[in-house]
């Protein structure tokens, strides 16, 4: 189900934002289950269902044989770049989001440098009513679950190295359980066998939100601006209602990484 082909639904509109900062417009929501593999939408263009900050900075692009995907590109010394889509129905629900993604390129002085999947309640994904599965790319690449820019727990390892050739795919599970919510991260690359995870639970002011996507930060050491490039593909969403649907839905994000392996 994660790897569905949708068209761009024609309804949907979202006007360009060109706001750097704090606050962002929020794009007309969609429902869960949600899908999304950018290939309906012409090269060199924004997407209808997703509103970016700094939208200049985001395009669709081609990726060989029609693939396409979704990438940001910029070039700073530092700073962070945001995406999200509303889906309106998964406001308290426990879900499960996914994405794959690739990286075209990072300077060796970003540090540090991460790309995070987010659910929030602020459209623009970068305060802090959000939760973020948090991949950090400089020194030892690590897996961390956050609430806002707050880890949850200690960071997990990465057992595979940073590569410019593989493709990732993560994916956050949050599952609200009385006053808990327990949450779940896995990461997997192309090039390697092992499947990253971490399990954290937040106990004190639940995060809740309609809002999810991609958000890439770096700082870099120094005063020279570089450039930045990382291609999202394959994004979903949908309702996890219990616990037993979860590890379900988990074990098929784990399959669809392994598949790609195989394929490669």
């Known amino acids: 189900m994660f790897l ?4 761009p ?3 949907l509109s979202v006007g360009a934002l060109l706001l750097a900062g704090p606050t962002g417009l929020e794009a007309a929501a969609v429902t869960a289950p949600y899908a999304q593999n950018f290939d309906g939408y012409a090269l060199g263009n924004v997407t209808t269902d997703f509103a ?3 939208t200049g900075d985001w395009t669709i692009v081609d990726q060989g044989a029609g693939d396409r995907a979704f990438q940001v590109t910029y070039s700073a010394v530092g700073g962070s770049r945001t995406a999200g889509v509303t889906v309106g129905s998964l406001g308290t629900a426990g879900f499960l989001a996914s994405t794959e993604f690739s990286i075209g390129a990072i300077p060796a002085t970003a540090n540090p440098g991460n790309i995070a999947l987010v659910t929030a309640s602020e459209t ?5 009513n ?3 599965l948090v991949y950090t790319v400089t020194g030892t690449p ?3 679950i956050l609430e806002g820019t707050v880890g949850i ?7 595979f190295p940073l590569s410019l050739t593989a493709t990732y795919t993560m994916s956050l599970q949050v599952l609200y359980v009385g006053s ?9 690359s192309s090039e390697d066998p092992d499947v990253a995870t971490i399990e954290r639970t937040d106990s004190a002011t639940l995060q809740t939100g309609t809002n999810f996507g991609y958000r890439v930060a770096w700082a870099t050491a120094g005063t020279t601006a570089e450039t930045y490039t990382v291609q999202f593909d394959n994004f979903s969403t949908t309702a996890v209602p219990e616990p037993t649907t979860a590890v379900l839905l988990l074990g098929g994000v784990a399959l669809m990484g392994l598949r790609r392996r195989r394929m490669r």
């Open 180 to 188: 808990t919510a327990q949450l779940t991260g896995t990461m997997s």
């Open 9 to 11: 639904p024609a309804a």
């Open 124 to 128: 623009n994904l970068g305060g802090a």
């Open 130 to 132: 959000n939760y973020r």
């Open 52 to 54: 970016e900050v700094n």
């Open 4 to 7: 569905s082909k949708i068209s």
């Open 142 to 144: 690590s897996l961390a």
């Open 153 to 159: 727990g200690a960071s997990v390892p990465l057992l």
